[in-house]
């Protein structure tokens, strides 16, 4: 199993751009989510999934849209990128029963 | 979600038992207290989790109180590899929309 597997690594966006971070999973997990962790905090919950077709906000939402057409892609689409948004994104994911969760590797985003 | 209060940072030498506290003095009777950790540049890891009683796995221990208002990770024999921040998580039953603090930075001296 390659886990939970995030791309890209790296990216540096200009203030007004979009893109989309991409996560996968080969686990069958029904639950995924995405955190942000600015410098020096820890994890803040943006969007979470409970199977395909379903979504939620959680903490820190705005700015971002999220689907869940499969059950092993969730991305999260940044729709107008600000500065304030400069962060590592992390995306996990877990089974629907059970308390342990797999992070990816995460997205480190820069926004000028 | 109930908070959970660590100590900023922690230090400890190689080959030491390591105790790292949490206390979450507003926990209710469904919250599972969760550990994790985070190894420079990578993304959290889980250690172990438990409700009410101590548990024990190969990474480490989970000794938590008898009113659970705080809990104690141990690491038996700390390794440089442990050198990372900890993070204490409660979350309800079948929860899984964790609340991160800032966690304890724990530091391995060799």
């Known amino acids: 199993n390659a886990g939970v597997t995030q791309t890209p690594k790296f990216q540096v966006l200009k203030t007004g751009q979009s893109m989309t971070l991409q996560c996968a999973q080969d686990?069958?997990?029904?639950?995924m989510s995405w955190y942000r962790q600015d410098p020096g905090m820890g994890l803040r919950l943006i969007h979470y999934?409970?199977?395909?077709?379903?979504?939620d906000q959680g903490e820190v939402p705005n700015g971002y849209n999220v689907s869940r057409s499969t059950t092993e892609d969730f991305p999260l689409r940044l729709l107008s990128a600000a500065p304030s948004q400069t962060s590592v994104y992390f995306c996990?994911?877990?089974?629907?029963?059970?308390?342990?969760?797999?992070f990816g590797p995460g997205t480190r985003l820069t926004v000028t | 979600d109930a908070k959970t209060t660590q100590p900023n940072s922690m230090e400890s030498n190689e080959e030491e038992p390591v105790h790292l506290p949490c206390n979450h003095s507003?926990?209710?009777?469904?919250?599972?207290i969760h550990w994790y950790r985070q190894l420079p540049s990578q993304g959290p890891e889980y250690v172990i989790h438990?409700?009410?009683s101590n548990v024990n796995n190969r990474m480490a221990s989970l000794a938590i109180a008898e009113d659970r208002k705080s809990s104690t990770l141990i690491l038996h024999r700390a390794t440089l590899r442990d050198a990372a921040v900890y993070y204490c998580?409660?979350?309800?039953?079948?929860?899984?929309?964790?609340?991160f603090g800032p966690g304890t930075r724990l530091s391995v001296l060799p």
């Open positions: 996990a994911s877990s089974p629907p029963v059970g308390d342990e969760q797999y």
């Open positions: 998580i409660l979350s309800r039953l079948g929860g899984q929309n964790f609340v």
């Open positions: 999934s409970v199977g395909a077709g379903i979504t």
């Open positions: 438990g409700l009410t």
């Open positions: 686990m069958n997990h029904e639950y």
């Open positions: 507003t926990i209710s009777g469904t919250d599972y």
